[in-house]
């Protein structure tokens, strides 16, 4: 490590893009690059948790407090708890990976301290975590209330203790969507910890009736498959909130984990005490989880939910983030139904009321982007990958903006991760289809679109109707060589979704870059850029499924035209 890394003050701001790289024993870190190399191993982390080991191996040791993170690596703007938890939990899982090359110690009340200081002997013994840590996949409560309709309580209940256990900082837990891959499935128990490498799995099971609810959970230890702890609660529905507290204290000690206060005080933060706004919420998150945005119905229903749910309870961010995120789709993506909120307002709002709401700093990027505020959207998106790495929105929302920066390598890194987090998800593999074509990575390519297509066609199952399933799964066929079918599909959208801008431009994409139709391609872009916002006009510059047509007089004119329109509409 480089003597200028080694003395820095630990509470100089940290800066990225000026660190020299350094070495903690026998892995190499490369700030700038967000990397961390070893023997056949490499790790790309997010912005704000490779600033938080930055801030540690300056200290050389010494003891870190959570203001003094804040102030080197938030650059002195508050932050909850909750940020500096999943940095520290996401740098946990970096070391582990690195074969412990090193280990962050918590301090209980008093900070963080890397257990290798900087500077000493690569041969010197690191005290490190154990061989394996703790991690335990939360596997999707069974719906035991005799009625399909309660599915989004027991989801909700599962996916809020995945949620709560993801706060201690000690633990892995395995993502929400790999874990729900086995709802309603029979399950080996053992299988599962050695397909996920999970130490142990959580069963259980939902029965709500009335104002009654029992929630039964076991865990069980993946490599034994010897219960370790078990237990049945029967509660007043109202209790839901503290029923949640007590199996996620009671997962505690059967693990024998030590929680530092801000943990403890980070899983008893619920959001809301009001159970009815709670169970809108559920209802609302189910819906959104299973129809993203491709249904304007669906869309419109969850804005509802959330609408209301905020009504009886003012101070529930998590309804303003879900309502936030919603509307901006339905200001995005489906402008023909008319004039709606941008979301910006509810983002806003919930943020107010809770810093640490990733999906709410999503939709500011979202907005700022579509008004061509790049730097300010690039700043969000920082802050939503540090406060949550593993949500969908936050991912897909990163893809995006490294493609419109032409960063096609992380493009693909975030757009994977996205595909795999949330299973309704078409958009994603559809951009990576786009982005492994111009890497010039076919293979690559071919299996993306199978994804894209399989999810298109379970969209089109539900709503034969819906313009945006259909012009994705028409890039996916062209792609896969299916050209005649694809054909038939950009048929449809246009019959059947004349005004949906967006499945117009990905029909324009599929006979560009992969039908070779120079004329179809430009006749659908024509009535594109006649009502293209600056936001869509930049994209259009930059993509690569259009450099077919770069040197196109009639692209080069309606590019022109289009930005033509768009001064004279700022001037006037």
């Not at 979202?366 to 991912?395: C, F, H």
């Amino acid at each position: 490590m480089s003597d200028t890394a080694a003395h820095a003050d630990p509470l100089t701001r940290v800066n990225l893009a000026h660190e020299p790289d350094f070495a903690i024993g026998q892995i190499k870190v490369c700030p700038a690059r967000r990397e961390i190399l070893g023997q056949g191993w490499q790790e790309i982390l997010e912005p704000r948790v490779m600033r938080v080991l930055v801030a540690l191996v300056r200290a050389r040791g010494e003891i870190l407090s959570r203001e003094d993170l804040i102030e080197s690596c938030w650059d002195g703007v508050i932050v909850g708890d909750d940020a500096i938890n999943r940095c520290i939990g996401r740098l946990r899982k970096a070391a582990e990976e690195s074969g412990n090359a090193f280990a962050i110690e918590t301090v209980p009340r008093v900070g963080y301290r890397l257990s290798r200081a900087a500077g000493r002997n690569p041969n010197e013994h690191c005290p490190a975590v154990s061989a394996q840590r703790l991690s335990v996949c939360v596997l999707p409560f069974a719906n035991m209330s005799g009625d399909v309709e309660q599915e989004y309580f027991s989801d909700g209940i599962s996916e809020d203790i995945i949620t709560d256990l993801s706060k201690i900082s000690a633990l892995s837990v395995t993502a929400r969507n790999t874990a729900f891959q086995f709802k309603g499935k029979s399950v080996d128990i053992p299988q599962i910890a050695r397909q996920l490498k999970v130490s142990h799995v959580l069963e259980g099971s939902v029965r709500r009736s009335g104002g009654r609810v029992r929630i039964s959970a076991q865990l069980i230890d993946g490599l034994a498959g010897d219960h370790i702890w078990a237990e049945r609660y029967d509660r007043d529905l109202n209790d839901i909130f503290v029923l949640q507290d007590e199996i996620s204290e009671a997962i505690v000690n059967a693990l024998k984990l030590r929680l530092v206060h801000e943990e403890k005080t980070a899983i008893e933060r619920r959001g809301t005490e009001n159970v009815e706004a709670y169970n809108l919420y559920l209802m609302a998150r189910q819906i959104y989880a299973r129809s993203t945005e491709y249904n304007a119905e669906k869309v419109e229903l969850v804005i509802r939910l959330c609408r209301r749910a905020t009504e009886i309870d003012p101070g529930y961010s998590r309804a303003w983030a879900l309502m936030a995120l919603q509307q901006t789709t339905l200001f995005l993506v489906h402008k023909s139904r008319g004039a709606c909120d941008d979301g910006l307002v509810a983002a806003e709002r919930a943020l107010a009321l809770d810093p640490n709401v990733a999906e709410a700093h999503v939709v500011r990027a979202r907005i700022y982007a579509e008004g061509a505020r790049v730097g300010e959207a690039a700043g969000e998106i920082e802050a939503a990958l540090a406060l949550d790495a593993d949500s969908w929105e936050v991912n897909r929302a990163a893809g995006l903006l490294s493609f419109r920066h032409r960063k096609l390598e992380d493009a693909t890194r975030y757009w994977e991760k996205a595909t795999t987090l949330m299973a309704a998800d078409i958009y994603s593999p559809a951009m990576l289809i786009c982005v492994y074509v111009a890497l010039k990575k076919p293979e690559a390519a071919l299996r993306i679109a199978q994804v894209a297509l399989s999810r298109a066609e379970k969209v089109l199952e539900q709503d034969i109707y819906s313009g945006a399933a259909l012009g994705y799964g028409a890039i996916a066929l062209a792609a896969l060589g299916e050209a005649q079918r694809s054909k038939e599909w950009i048929n449809r959208v246009l019959l059947v979704d004349p005004g949906n801008q967006n499945a117009r431009y990905n029909c324009a994409c599929a006979l560009s870059v992969h039908l070779r139709d120079t004329d179809a391609a430009l006749e659908l872009l024509g009535p594109y850029f006649e009502a293209a916002s600056a936001h869509q006009i930049t994209h259009a510059k930059i993509d690569p499924d259009l450099d077919p047509l770069r040197d196109d007089p009639r692209l080069k004119a309606m590019l022109v035209i289009a930005e033509a329109r768009l001064a004279s509409k700022q001037g006037s």
